[in-house]
């Protein structure tokens, strides 16, 4: 089971936070605020502090990766995990480059979801596995242009 933490989730669908958060709440950790666009994302961040914030991209004014480089900006210790349904490599590397600790796609298993949290816990990084391997395949081609 996940370890204990106040959340923030960011995602512009209401009823997909309402799920998340129920879930969360069941695993024992505590879903402190939420937030539907990126503005609304960086107001409860300094108002909330939470340990870790789950992040959609895909969200209104300012998206999910301007908001994590503005809360990142303020607060570099705050966990920040994108969870989308993108699995663009272009998002994947500019979150990591904003400062993301981990990218999530939404059609993850609910067994794949709650071990991934408690790595989160423990202060590891976690991503889908496909797209750490896209990652690995990015950094091998930038060391071969070297």
Do not use: C
Request: hydrophobic share 45%; charged share 25%; net charge negative.
């Amino acid at each position: 089971m996940p370890v204990p933490m106040n959340v923030l989730l960011a995602d512009d669908h209401a009823l997909f936070r309402a799920g998340l958060a129920s879930l969360l709440k069941a695993w024992g950790l505590q879903v402190v605020a939420q937030a539907g666009n990126g503005q609304e994302a960086i107001a409860r961040a300094r108002e909330f502090h939470p340990d870790l914030i789950f992040m959609d991209i895909n969200m209104p004014s300012p998206n999910g990766l301007e908001a994590t480089r503005a809360i990142k900006a303020e607060y570099p210790d705050m966990k920040i995990v994108m969870l989308t349904v993108s699995d663009d490599e272009q998002d994947l590397f500019e979150a990591i480059k904003s400062g993301a600790e981990g990218y999530l796609l939404k059609n993850l298993r609910e067994e794949e979801f709650a071990d991934l949290v408690s790595r989160l816990g423990r202060g590891e990084p976690v991503m889908s596995p496909g797209l750490a391997k896209k990652l690995l395949q990015e950094f091998g081609r930038l060391r071969e242009e070297r």
